[in-house]
């Protein structure tokens, strides 16, 4: 970037005047220029493009990303080097992933330039001017469906030789995701001004950036496409595209331009290591005006993001086992209830015969009233006759009496954990559905355990034959999860307890998390229509 600095006499002091002429894909010429620097390093290194692999800094960009998280909790921190070290950044960010689909973090970043000084006649003088920036913010993303929102607000400081100034901003952000594809936009840099209007200067605002990518992954070959249009207040409009590719999953490549319409200044490279939980990431951005380094170091700590998933159906589990029992024990309270209504009715109706003279020719007569009258016994106030409780219906509109089991679903390739996700979700769904009465998954290991049976793993029919006769239930569901030329595929069987006979089946396919989880409720919800 090259900054030319002029000063000049003013009733109030020295005034600072900044042209800036473009650098780098993200830098403009107001005080708020390095907001607009990335602070990804894999996301400077396929030419400023967000949507493939990332750390938890490409939030910065996009709020929504910050739902991207690979693991429960991120920490990442970079520095930056850029056009042979006339600027420097340093950034910090911290991502936790509170369930699927709520993200929290924070982040800051900290920009510093020297200046060259000139005087009024553009000679340089040998001293150096000085730039701070710090910037720090908080980070939300939400994920409803296939949609997913973010925001970040965000505090600045900028200090330009000695005029000091903040601001308060806001980034809004958000994603979709279909078939493999990506789309999102973000706006950022929204507020107030960063100085006020003084004397005839108008007031210095935030650069405002938009944003809209697109990207497409293609994890048979480890691959991923994307573009991003970038709309910036001062320094116009520009295309940037990158392709990343892992070869295998600890080493990641990557290169792109920031702006293909002049790419040949504005290419850039990178590369990932991964060491277990940590992550090192490399990028190399080339500019008239000089190198660009960037190299970043992430941590990932706490469960995978399918076992938050997991223990996030665990608990709706358990939540549904407390409703069932709570349930059972309203059932069998009301039931009692009624056995005693229905008691009182029938000695109530032996006790007071019908009076004799309601008894004419031609009337059937029951068998009580035709017995001989007992005793006249001495006048005892008896209650109130009881109008006789009709028995409940046998089946409720829209249910079935019949009581099912699930077995957790077996993984074809791919960790217990997850199938055991999917088999809580469809669960879930199936319990929600309320037409059937499903065995409350820690009773069915209770009593597989007394029997010294396991049912992980089972599915084939004389397997669950057994366990349903066990837990003396009608029909058992039993299914696997597994992945095919890069594609979930999960299939369910119903098994008749009584025969042994397969009297439903069932199955889905699909590329990514959104369709995976909508593809387990749609299927929930066709079994739970079903006549079995």
């Known amino acids: 970037m090259v900054l030319l600095l002029g000063m000049a006499a003013a009733p109030a002091g020295l005034s600072l005047f900044l042209t800036a002429v473009a650098a780098g894909p993200a830098c403009a010429s107001a005080g708020g220029a390095p907001l607009n620097i990335p602070m990804s390093v894999r996301q400077m290194g396929r030419g400023d493009v967000t949507f493939m692999e990332g750390d938890v800094m490409r939030a910065w960009t996009n709020p929504a ?184 999953s600890t080493f990641g490549l990557r290169a792109g331009s920031s ?98 003279e309601a008894i004419t020719a031609g009337t059937p007569v029951s068998a009580t009233a035709a017995e001989p009258a007992a005793p006249a016994a001495p006048a005892v106030p008896l209650p109130a006759p009881v109008a006789p409780v009709a028995a409940p219906s046998a089946r409720e509109p829209g249910k079935s009496n019949m009581v099912i089991g699930i077995i957790p679903f077996r993984g074809e390739g791919i960790a217990a954990s997850d199938a055991y996700m999917i088999s809580a979700m469809f669960r879930t769904e199936v319990v929600n559905a309320g037409t059937f009465k499903v065995i409350e998954s820690d009773s069915m290991d209770k009593v597989l355990a007394e029997q010294a049976f396991q049912a992980t793993g089972c599915t084939e029919s004389d397997c669950a034959v057994k366990i349903g006769r066990l837990l003396n239930v009608q029909r058992m569901v039993l299914g696997t999860y597994g992945i095919v030329m890069d594609r979930s595929v999960v299939n369910i069987r119903v098994v008749n307890v009584e025969t042994g006979q397969i009297v439903y089946s069932d199955n889905l396919d699909a590329g990514t998390y959104e369709e995976l989880e909508k593809g387990t409720r749609d299927m929930a919800t066709r079994f739970s229509r079903a006549k079995l």
């Open 65 to 248: 990303l910050l739902l991207d998280q690979a693991t429960a909790f991120e920490l990442a921190m970079n520095g930056t080097s850029m056009y042979d070290s006339q600027q420097n950044t340093f950034g910090l960010g911290a991502g936790w992933l509170v369930s699927p689909g709520l993200a929290l973090g924070v982040l800051g970043n900290s920009f510093s330039a020297g200046i060259a000084e000139v005087n009024d006649y553009g000679d340089e003088t040998g001293g150096s001017l000085v730039w701070n920036q710090r910037t720090g913010g908080v980070v939300a993303a939400l994920k409803i469906g296939r949609v997913g929102f973010g925001g970040t607000l965000k505090y600045v400081s900028d200090d330009v030789v000695g005029d000091k100034a903040t601001a308060v901003s806001y980034d809004g952000g958000l994603t979709f995701s279909l078939f493999g594809a990506r789309l999102g936009a973000s706006v950022r840099n929204m507020g107030g001004p960063l100085r006020p209007a003084f004397e005839g200067v108008p007031a210095e605002v935030l650069p405002l950036e938009m944003r809209g990518a697109l990207g497409y992954s293609l994890p048979f070959w480890r691959l991923s496409l994307a573009g991003e249009y970038v709309r910036q207040s001062e320094l116009g409009d520009r295309t940037g595209a990158g392709v990343e590719w892992w070869p295998v």
């Open 259 to 356: 702006d293909v319409a002049s790419a040949t200044d504005r290419l850039t490279y990178g590369f990932t290591v991964v060491m277990r939980k940590m992550a090192i990431d490399y990028s190399l951005g080339t500019h008239i005006a000089g190198f660009t380094h960037m190299m970043s170091l992430a941590y990932a700590l706490g469960p995978t993001a399918s076992e938050v998933g997991a223990e996030a159906a665990k608990r709706v589990k358990e939540g549904e086992a407390t409703r069932a029992q709570e349930e059972a024990a309203a059932a069998v309270e009301e039931a009692a209830s009624q056995r005693a209504m229905e008691e009182a009715a029938r000695r109530l109706e032996g006790a007071v015969p019908p009076p004799a």
